[in-house]
C-alpha cells in the first residue's frame, strides 16, 4: 500500500490486517491518531524514491496508490508541483509495479474533481471529465496512464472516483473534510468558516463504506475499471450545520465568506455502475455517520486542557 498512513490508508490497513492479508505500508509516516495494527509492515519513504518503492513492491500483488501531496485548493497555486510530485512519481510507480510483476493497481481518485462543473446530476462515468483544478486533471491523467499500462503491460486496475469521505482518523484539523473539521471547530468552540451561502450540495461516503468497495475493487474482475463510489445522494453545507447540531447538541457559530471559484455549486455521484458491477452500496446512513465521527472526535486531547496548560 502507498501512503497507508493516511485517512483513507490507516482505515484500509485495518480492514485488510483483519481479513489477514499480508500488507506492507510504503509511506512518509504512520496515521498520528492510530499506531500501524500488529501483522502490518511498515517502510518509511517517500513516493519519489524510485529504488525504495520498487524495494517495497517486491512480492506484493495489489497495490493502493493512496499517495497525493497536494489538495484540490492547493494544486492550482503550483501545478507544475503537482504535476512532477503526483503524476510524474505515480508513472514511475507503475513501471516499478510491472518491473515486480504486481497484477492490480487500485487507484482512488476524485468523483468531486475529475468531472468539473456538472453538465446533469447525478453525475454517471460517462460525464466529461473537464476538471477546473490541477488535482483533478492529475487524478484523470493518472486513471489514462493506468489504462495505457494495462494496454502495454497487461497491468491491471480500478479506479474509484470517490466522493467526500468522512469518519474517524480523518484529520479535524486539516484542510480537507468538512464534516470532520466543522465537528472539531463545534468542540473547540469556535466557529466554522463556509465559502459561499452554504447552499453548495456535495456527496458524502462514510469511510466503511468507502473501505467496502475498496475490498471489492481489489477483489473482482469486472468490464469496467472506473466506478463513481458515493452516498449517491446530495447534501447542502447548511443540512450538514443542522445534521452536526442535532448530533452534537450545540448550535454552531457560522461565519460566512464570500464563494471561491474552485467550487462548482452541486456535485453528486450515480453510483450504479458500483452496485451493479462490484455488488457494492452504500451502508452507512449521513447522521449514524456524523454521530460515529463525533463520537471518536470525543476520545482525542480535550481541546480547552491543552489552553491551559
Same mark, same amino acid.
Given at each position: ?20 492479508? $499480508?500488507?506492507r505500508?510504503?509511506?512518509r ?38 499517495? +497525493? ?12 508541483f ?23 493497481? !487500485? ?6 474533481? !475529475?468531472?468539473?462543473?456538472?453538465k446533469?446530476?447525478p ?74 451561502d ?27 475499471r472506473?466506478?463513481n463510489?458515493? +452516498?449517491?445522494?446530495?447534501? $447542502? ?20 465568506? %464570500?464563494?471561491?471559484?474552485?467550487d462548482?455549486?452541486? +456535485? ?32 482525542? %486531547? ?8
Amino acid at each position: 500500500m502507498i501512503g497507508g498512513g493516511g485517512f483513507i490508508g490507516t482505515h484500509l490497513v485495518e480492514r485488510l490486517v483483519e481479513k489477514e492479508h $499480508s500488507v506492507r505500508v510504503y509511506g512518509r509516516n504512520p496515521n498520528r491518531f492510530r499506531e500501524t495494527p500488529r501483522g502490518a509492515e511498515f517502510v518509511e519513504g517517500e513516493l519519489g524514491n524510485h529504488g525504495l518503492v520498487r524495494e517495497a513492491l517486491e512480492g506484493m500483488e495489489v497495490v493502493f496508490h493512496l499517495v +497525493s501531496t497536494t489538495l484540490p485548493k492547493t494544486s492550482n497555486d503550483d501545478p507544475i508541483f503537482d504535476v512532477r510530485s503526483n503524476l510524474v512519481d505515480t508513472i514511475q510507480l507503475l513501471e516499478a509495479c510491472v518491473e515486480a510483476g504486481v497484477r492490480k493497481v !487500485v487507484f482512488p481518485s476524485s468523483g468531486g474533481t !475529475v468531472y468539473g462543473p456538472p453538465k446533469f446530476l447525478p453525475v454517471t462515468e460517462e460525464h466529461p471529465t473537464e476538471p477546473i483544478t490541477s488535482y483533478g486533471i492529475v487524478k484523470l491523467a493518472v486513471e489514462k496512464y493506468l489504462n495505457l499500462f494495462r494496454h502495454l503491460h497487461g497491468l491491471d486496475y480500478t479506479s474509484l472516483r470517490i466522493s467526500n469521505a468522512y469518519g474517524p482518523y480523518q484529520d479535524p484539523a486539516g484542510q480537507q473534510g468538512a464534516i470532520s473539521v466543522f465537528l472539531e471547530r463545534v468542540r473547540e468552540r469556535k466557529p466554522i468558516t463556509v465559502w459561499g451561502d452554504g447552499g453548495v450540495v456535495r456527496d458524502y461516503l462514510y469511510v466503511s463504506d468507502l473501505m467496502d468497495a475498496m475490498e471489492l475493487a481489489a477483489e473482482t474482475e469486472t468490464e469496467h475499471r472506473v466506478f463513481n463510489v458515493g +452516498s449517491g445522494h446530495g447534501v $447542502s453545507v447548511n443540512e450538514i450545520l443542522e445534521l452536526i447540531s442535532e448530533a452534537t447538541g450545540e448550535r454552531p457559530e457560522v461565519e460566512y465568506l %464570500p464563494a471561491r471559484a474552485l467550487d462548482v455549486p452541486a +456535485s453528486v455521484l450515480d453510483v450504479d455502475r458500483a452496485k451493479r458491477d462490484l455488488g457494492w452500496r452504500p451502508q452507512t446512513d449521513l447522521q449514524e455517520g456524523i454521530y460515529r465521527t463525533w463520537d471518536w472526535l470525543q476520545t482525542l %486531547p480535550n481541546p480547552h486542557s491543552r489552553e491551559t496548560t
